[in-house]
């Protein structure tokens, strides 16, 4: 077996190789994989062991059997489509027959079809032409695209065309349209207003970019950038997706950021009231109010002085101190600078229940809640009237939970009215109750269903149209009967309430509306209401005792006021009012009162509430208690006396202020003898007795005596006793005794003479003891300065509703007790609540008060005895059926319409909410009007009943051709469009385009899809890749290069020694077509040489042999491809190559330029395509030798000029005048000679002048005899002419000068422009709005975005240039002056192209490095002018430059350079933040690296080095004497003399740097300069944002000016001065081209006029005659011309 396989082999290679690896059938079925020859490697290689058997092999066998099949097939297929190709090959195309296309299919020529039973169409000549069938009456009508016309109808099938049917035929004509020339897309007539590019209309306005907004005017495309209004702020940014700059909202002052709109005090002057507006702010001084106190005290921090405190009955509040009120809580005061102010206490309602405020508080606390007139603890269960939820208190709420329902058998249970769940006794279903074994009608779904229910269950079937009553036509459609009422059409089985009957119901039954009373079934609620313009009652409101009462509403019954009620779902269930519980055992109902109360107490003639604790009114001793009606009392409990022997109280035995001892009471100190031993001696000390034996002094004599009664022995002539006043017992020998009417003090009778001393007093053991004659005393109480008998109760002043009680010399005081009020809304009394008004949600009412109810505007309340009774406000009956309550309003009115919960405004249409698929309803006056949509026509045969029993087709007519259902077909003829029949409705889908790869397409007249167009150049497509000859230039060839036509002169090439020209060749010709030697056939093309633009063509010719024409390929031009995308040309190209798409010639591109790469070329884009055109090259008289091509330039240029005629070379730029002719003036103009012809004007010269012909003048001019005129002192010869500025000139004439001056027209610039000057005319024009920048001081520099800041370099810096358009570029030179660390501006270089403008110290100008005198003019580019002191430099892009001649300068440039400038003076971008800019873009870290990175190379000079910037306080270095001096000279900025300034320009920026740089410039004269440069720095911006400050004085900044020659100095004069030359000229054209700044200098006064150098009277001027306003002639200024004003 071994020997077959190897056999089998080459056939498996042959087949393997034949296979390819996946083959497709002929059906496109994919084949399975065939074997590989790895496969067969495998088989062959794996081949069973020695012994193996037969069987082994048979897998392989068969698998090369299926082999060997699949290659018969494959052969077969191969066979099959080389006979298909050779049929193909031998086919050839003939054309088509006409054919006609109708009724969605194609008819062959001569064909005829019937779309309709009246018409007969025939296919001629590929159209169909349909004519009426004659002889059929019912045909006289037309039909035409489906539709049936009657007879003489006129219709118009589209809006341009108008149709006529008569006798069955249709005449259409074409609308008339008036006579127009361009017709204008989607209008049927011609449009004659001219549009413009891109197909705009007349008057549209487009925005080209987000912020270029374009407008067609006339045929012309003008654009404008953004209106921007000018900003009055510091920092501006332009917000992302915004045009306009806007002011970046707040201010940053003194180091403080405040938002915009703030007002705050100045951090460094409190007396400074200063507020943010538009980013600026702006700072007035505070005036301060009259003190109402003696002696007001000035705070640190504050501005005006204060009252320290206040004074109020005795009290003395410190300030800002605040208390409550005495006597209301709710009262907070509070003392401010002397004054009490009072404010009521806010409080906020954290819950909707909350409870009464604690006693000594104002708010209401959420701990509790207080409803219905009861107050409940959190967590105790509140009656909420409805039984089937279960209610709490919940921290001022009042949670309700359902009580739990268990769980029906049934899918669809009810509710049953006084049950809380739901039973299987009726059902619920779609949100309505039915009733068990209840009957209804449901429409689901378009359909009638029937259901029912049974034990909570619903079931629902289908309801079928019952049998039609009337007779319908056979031919008709068979709908369900309708029935037909007022008009309006009505379903079967539909009921419905007729306009304007409310109570009557209707019904459509068989065709028959059946109309009846409204049978209103009884409401499920008690207490039903019966709504305004409703015919039954309804229960969503409760009508009780003759008040309504919303569902949810609590009330008081005003019947019986001692039940409280609730109305829910139509039914009020009252209760009565939940009474407190009573403390007494027999309590009584008085007339009136809802709840029982124990009985008060009288005692005395006084009443005491029950439970109440006093004290006895005739014995307060005593303590008494009301209980059950009467008083018990007892003696008070006496406190324990902190002494053994004190003395009798009031009421209590506890007075330590004497002795109570034997019966007898002695004062505090008093030596008394023992009661019953004579010979003990008592003291009395603090409610304590000490009695001790006597010690009997030791006698003088020598027999004493001892008397009765006596316990010492005495001498028998006793001392003498002491006498006492009016006529009392003397005191004896050693008594002590007490002074008449001071028993405080006690005193020693020691042998007629007497000691006193005052008695010592004990602490008093009580809290409020009450002075007693001696010691204070706890008999009684000295409170709040008022004194009270022990046992004895009083009111609390300072908190209401409390009582104190004064008990042996101890206040306790405790809240007034209140018995609870018998009413549910007592009113707040002075302690306790009273039913003398009410409370009611936090507001009281007096009694008998009707007012509106808080949570119902519609409910008026009355207020009665503490109760509160709601009821809804009456309102008036109204005519409509279907009022509405407004939102807001508590009646209903007729201006709307409410139906069935759909709110309708008045004329509104909506759908029917009982039918809203087949009727609609309109409210009018206040009634809603329904009926029934009206259906769509039919438009087929045999429609069938669809949804709102209308007639549908299940079959779609489209050009008068059916379809059926779901059917598919082509639409109409050049629509592109595939449609299909659904359910009678046809829906067409434009075809899908499949791409182009070219870009420019164009789809042809009836076809669908567009192809690739060519180009579209003169009116003609030319394909891709052709070339051809413009016809208006025949010596010119056109490519078209992807879309872009390229358009030139032929560039010949010279191939042959001796070519010759014919009169109709653009390039010479060489004959026989040979080259080097070999011969060329006609049509054939060679490259003559190495280069690969060059080519021949061999052509034949008209006559002649054929003739060989050489000449450079022409390359397309590349528009629109970058630089970087540019390919050059390969090996044997010619041309480059684009690596992207070029750019498309598109509509709004239309009429612009582009310029490709190759700078030759101008492209226009027209006709949606770009036309590419060689620039023409003016012809050069120098050699080609000298010719060369700029780079980025086309044309040659030369360095010079040959003048043939003279034979000379003239360099370029040089003028000269034909020798023949003086008259002829010529230029050298890069190689090419340019020449004009000047033309003379009649000359007539005065009588006595000769006409005289100057040698190198065209024209004579009259010659005077010879008088000479009088100028600027000095004497001007006859003839001789000069400028006096720029707008007049003047000439001496005969002894008189003549003046004439130029009028210029009035000159009216935009909103965001302002005039500038332009050098060398006299009239202004308009520029962008300019910015300015200044550098001043020790320099400091003001950005054109208004940022300050401060660098010291000493060398040359950029202070601002264009960095995009090079159009000038600001240098400025620092000198520091001798001192370290600072700088000073020394001088200014303005470069303007290769001009170079140097501004020196001491106003010094040079040009290109000479001096020039000024004013200096340089036509077209520069003018240079000295006002007052001030040198101003205009140029021609509009920089404007003003140079002080020591260290300022200002820049000004236009709008137009915004975010193209850079430099010190930043980016001019309207964002200071970014101003910090380095030249590579990015933002630095500190000004002195900021100022550093823009230094140039150009220095100070030789021998003087320059130091770059670095970070400085001059101020710290100078120390605090110098700084403090600094900060007081300049004050001045922020004093009156600047105050106009202060409003439009923040001071702060300039007095800082002022300050910085006073502490630079150090002590003496030139700290006097640097005040001087930062003052004027600052009163420069005031003139620009127009204050002008009058602020220098006679020792301050002072300016002199000549008074002798009438000179006055004006900080803001005229710029432009009235001379002697310029008076006649009027004040307002004076104004108008004089566009200079205003700077300060000396001025003449009104009325007088300046003339060489003084002040004259107008009258005083020399003879000057004037001529009319001729422009003057362009003439030098002689170098005695005036230097400026003085």
């Known amino acids: ?94 054309p088509a027959s006409p054919q006609c296309w109708a009724l969605g299919r194609a008819w062959p020529e001569g064909a005829r079809w019937e779309p309709d039973a009246c018409t007969t169409c025939i296919c001629q000549g590929g159209a169909a032409r349909c004519d009426p069938n004659p002889g059929l009456p019912q045909c006289h009508g037309c039909s035409h695209n489906g539709q049936v016309y009657g007879n003489k109808e006129t219709f118009s099938p589209d809006a341009c065309t108008t149709c006529h049917c008569l006798e069955g035929a249709i005449t259409c004509t074409q609308k008339p349209c008036p006579r127009g020339l361009c017709l204008e897309p989607g209008t049927c007539c011609s449009h004659c207003e001219p549009g413009c590019p891109g197909g705009h209309r007349a008057g549209e306005t487009w925005q080209l970019e987000p912020c270029v907004t374009c407008t067609c005017q006339a045929g012309t495309v003008r654009c404008q950038g953004p209106s921007c209004s000018e900003l009055n702020c510091l920092e501006s940014y332009t917000p992302p997706g915004e045009c306009c700059p806007v002011c970046r909202p707040g201010c940053e002052y003194e180091g403080q950021r405040y938002e915009e709109g703030t007002n705050f005090l100045s951090s460094s002057n409190p007396c400074l009231q200063c507020s943010c507006l538009r980013s600026l702010v702006r700072c007035v001084p505070m005036k301060c109010p009259p003190s109402p106190c003696p002696e007001p005290v000035l705070r640190p921090g504050h501005c005006c002085p204060a009252c320290q405190g206040c004074t109020e009955g005795g009290s003395h509040r410190e300030h800002g101190q605040e208390w409550t009120a005495p006597g209301d809580p709710c009262q907070i005061c509070r003392c401010r600078e002397g004054h009490i102010q009072c404010r009521q206490r806010e409080c906020s309602s954290l819950c909707p229940y909350p409870a009464r405020p604690l006693p000594g508080t104002c708010c209401p606390v959420c701990d509790g809640c207080f409803l219905n007139g009861r107050e409940y603890h959190s967590g105790e269960p509140v009656d909420s009237g409805d039984h089937c939820s279960h209610c709490r208190c919940a921290n001022g709420s009042v949670q309700c939970e359902p009580l739990p329902c268990p769980v029906m058998p049934c899918r669809h249970p009810g509710r049953i009215p006084g049950q809380c769940c739901p039973v299987c006794a009726g059902c619920e279903y779609q949100g309505h109750q039915y009733q068990n074994q209840e009957t209804f009608r449901l429409q689901e779904g378009g359909h009638c269903v029937r259901c029912s229910c049974q034990a909570g269950e619903v079931s629902c079937e289908e309801q079928e149209c019952p049998v039609a009553p009337c007779t319908l036509p056979v031919s008709g459609p068979q709908l369900c ?65 003759g008040h309504v009462y919303a569902n949810g509403q609590n009330f008081t019954d005003s019947d019986s006021p001692c039940h409280t009620c609730r109305c829910e779902e139509g039914t009020v269930r009252c209760s009565l009012v939940d009474c407190p519980r009573t403390t007494c055992a027999r309590p009584q109902s008085r007339p009136g009162q809802c709840c029982p109360r124990c009985p008060d107490c009288i005692l005395e003639k006084q009443v005491f509430v029950d439970g109440e604790s006093f004290s006895h009114p005739r014995d307060p001793c005593q303590e008494c208690q009301c209980q059950e009606g009467q008083p018990s009392c007892q003696p008070r409990a006496c406190p324990r006396a902190p002494c ?19 019966g007898k009471e002695y004062p505090n100190g008093a030596d008394f003898p023992h009661p019953s031993d004579p010979c003990r001696l008592c003291h009395c000390l603090r409610g304590n007795v000490q009695c001790l034996a006597r010690h009997c002094p030791l006698l003088p004599c020598a027999a004493p005596v001892l008397l009765p009664e006596e316990c010492c022995p005495q001498c028998p002539a006793s001392p003498s006793g002491c006498p006492l006043p009016e006529g009392l017992v003397p005191a004896r020998h050693q008594e002590h005794f007490s002074p008449p009417g001071d028993p405080c003090r006690r005193c020693l009778c020691l042998d007629g003479s007497v000691t006193c001393q005052r008695l010592p007093c004990p602490p008093a053991p009580c809290a409020h003891p009450r002075q007693g004659p001696c010691c204070p005393s706890c008999d009684g109480c000295l409170y709040q300065g008022k004194e009270f008998a022990s046992g004895e109760r009083f009111p609390l002043l300072t908190v209401p509703c409390h009582v104190c009680l004064c008990w042996e010399g101890s206040v306790s005081c405790e809240p007034r007790a209140c018995a609870p009020a018998q009413c549910p809304f007592p009113a707040r009394g002075d302690c306790c609540p009273a039913c003398d008004g009410c409370e009611y949600l936090g507001v009281s009412y007096l009694s008998s008060q009707e007012f509106l109810d808080p949570r119902e505007p519609c409910n008026l309340c009355t207020c009665l005895g503490g109760f509160v009774t709601c009821s809804h406000r009456p309102c008036e009956p109204l005519g409509c059926s279907h009022p509405l309550t407004p939102s807001g309003h508590c009646c209903p009115t007729c201006q709307g319409c409410l139906y069935h919960g759909v709110t309708a405004a008045a004329g509104e249409t909506l759908p029917d909410p009982l039918d809203p698929t087949c009727s609609s309803c309109t409210c009018q006056e206040g009634s809603m009007r329904c009926q029934k949509k009206p259906c769509p026509p039919a438009l087929c045969p045999h429609p069938s009943p669809g949804p709102c029993f209308c007639p549908v087709c299940h079959s779609c007519f489209s050009q008068g051709r059916e379809h059926q259902d779901g059917e598919e077909f082509e639409g109409p003829t050049g629509s592109c469009e595939r449609c299909r029949c659904q359910a009678g409705q046809v829906s067409c889908v434009r075809l899908q385009c499949p791409p182009l790869p070219c870009p420019l397409q164009v789809t042809e007249q009836g076809s669908c899809c567009p192809r690739c167009r060519g180009c579209l150049a003169h009116g003609e497509e030319h394909p891709e890749g052709s070339s051809w000859e413009p016809p208006d230039s025949p010596c010119s060839s056109c490519i078209c290069h992807k879309g872009v036509v390229t358009c030139g002169h032929i560039q010949c090439v010279s191939s042959c020694a001796q070519p010759h020209q014919g009169p109709h060749d653009c390039c010479p010709r060489c004959s026989d077509c040979e080259h080097e030697g070999r011969k060329y056939e006609p049509g054939q093309s060679f490259q003559p040489g190495a280069d690969p633009c060059e080519v021949c063509i061999c052509e034949l010719q008209p006559e002649g042999p054929p003739s060989l024409r050489c000449h450079r390929r022409q390359c397309p031009s590349l528009v629109g491809c970058p630089a970087s995308q540019l390919l050059p040309p390969g090996p044997q190209h010619c ?81 000269w005048r034909d020798p023949s002719n003086a008259c002829i003036s010529c230029t050298c103009h890069r190689g090419r000679v340019e020449c004009h012809l000047e033309e003379c004007q009649a000359l007539s010269c005065p009588h006595g002048w000769a006409k005289v012909q100057e040698a190198g003048r065209c024209c004579e001019r009259c010659q005077a005899p010879a008088q000479s005129c009088a ?27 003549r003046c004439q001056s130029q009028r210029c027209p009035s000159l009216s610039c935009g909103r965001d422009e302002a005039p500038a000057l332009n050098p060398g005319s006299c009239c202004p024009r308009c520029l962008p709005r300019p910015a300015s920048c200044m550098a001043f001081g020790d320099p400091h520099y003001r950005t054109f975005d208004g940022r300050l800041l401060h660098f010291q370099g000493s060398c040359s810096y950029v202070l601002t240039k264009d960095c995009r358009g090079g159009d000038f570029s600001v240098h400025v030179t620092n000198d520091d002056r001798g001192r370290s660390g600072v700088a000073w501006t020394q001088e200014v270089a303005v470069l303007l192209g290769d001009v170079d403008v140097r501004l020196l110290q001491g106003r010094v100008v040079t040009v290109d490095g000479r001096p020039v005198d000024l004013p200096f003019l340089q036509e077209r580019l520069l003018y240079v002018e000295l006002r007052g002191h001030t040198v101003i430099l205009h140029t021609q892009p509009g920089l404007q430059v003003l140079w002080d001649g020591q260290s300022q300068v200002e820049v000004s440039v236009p709008g137009s350079y915004r975010g193209q400038i850079c430099g010190l003076c930043g980016n001019f971008n309207g964002f200071a933040q970014d101003d910090l800019q380095g030249p590579a873009g990015l933002l630095l870290p500190t000004e002195a690296a900021f100022g550093n990175s823009w230094q140039v190379l150009e220095g100070p000079g030789p021998g003087r080095p320059c130091s770059k910037g670095r970070e400085v306080d001059p101020c710290r270095t100078a120390g605090y004497r110098a700084r403090r001096e600094a900060n007081a000279r300049c004050g001045v900025l922020k004093s009156s003399p600047f105050s106009r300034c202060h409003a439009v320009v923040p001071p702060e920026p300039f007095f800082a740097a002022c300050v910085y740089d006073l502490c630079a410039c150090g002590p003496g004269s030139s700290a006097d300069t640097c005040l001087c440069d930062a003052l004027e720095a600052y009163a420069s911006h005031c003139r620009q944002a127009g204050a002008t400050p009058a602020w220098r004085g006679p020792t301050l900044c002072v300016v002199g000016c000549p008074l002798d020659r009438g000179f006055v100095f004006d900080e803001c004069g005229p710029p432009c001065p009235r001379t002697c030359f310029n008076q006649h000229v009027p004040l307002g054209e004076l104004a108008a081209h004089c566009v200079r700044p205003c700077v300060p200098g000396c001025q003449c006064p009104a009325g007088l006029v300046e003339h060489e150098a003084h002040c004259i009277p107008p009258e005083a001027c020399p003879p000057v005659l004037v001529t009319g306003g001729q422009p003057p002639s362009s003439l030098p200024r002689p170098s005695w011309e005036p230097q400026g004003a003085p």
């Not at 004497?1275 to 005969?1294: K, M, R």
Request: negative net charge.
């Open 1 to 94: 077996m071994a020997g077959s396989a190897a056999a089998l082999l080459p056939l498996v290679l042959q087949l393997v190789s034949l296979t390819p690896a996946r083959e497709m059938g002929r059906d496109g079925v994919v084949l399975r994989e065939p074997l590989g020859l790895a496969d067969v490697y495998d088989y062959q290689h794996s081949s069973a062991p020695a012994g193996a058997t037969q069987e082994q092999w048979h897998p392989l066998e068969e698998r090369l059997g299926r082999l060997e099949a699949e290659v018969t097939q494959l052969r077969e297929q191969n066979n099959d489509l080389q006979v298909r190709v050779r049929q193909l090959e031998s086919c050839e195309c003939r």
């Open 1271 to 1297: 100028h600027q002192g000095r004497e001007v010869a006859s003839g001789e002419l000069w400028a006096v500025d720029a707008c007049t000139n003047c000439s001496c004439v005969a002894g008189t000068v």
């Open 644 to 662: 053994a022997h004190p003395l009798p109280g009031p009421c209590c035995q506890n007075n330590c202020n004497g002795c109570a001892f034997g």
């Open 481 to 545: 009967p309708a029935c037909v009422l007022n008009g309006e059409e009505f379903a079967e089985g539909v009921e419905w309430e007729p306009d304007g009957q409310p109570c009557t119901a209707c019904s459509c039954q068989d065709g028959v509306p059946m109309c009846g009373a409204v049978l209103c079934a009884p409401a499920p609620c008690q207490h039903p209401t019966q709504p305004p313009g409703a015919c039954c009652p309804s229960c969503e409101s409760c009508t009780y005792h």
């Open 1135 to 1215: 041309c480059p190559t684009c690596a992207q798409a070029l750019s498309n010639c598109t509509e709004g591109l239309l009429g612009s330029e582009l310029a490709p790469p190759d700078h030759c070329y101008t492209c226009l884009c027209q006709d949606l395509t770009w036309l590419c055109v060689h620039r023409a090259c003016p012809e050069l008289s120098c050699p080609p030798s000298k010719r060369h091509t700029r780079p980025g330039s086309c044309c040659p240029v030369c360095q010079e000029c040959v003048v043939e005629a003279e034979g000379r070379i003239v360099a370029d730029g040089e003028s």
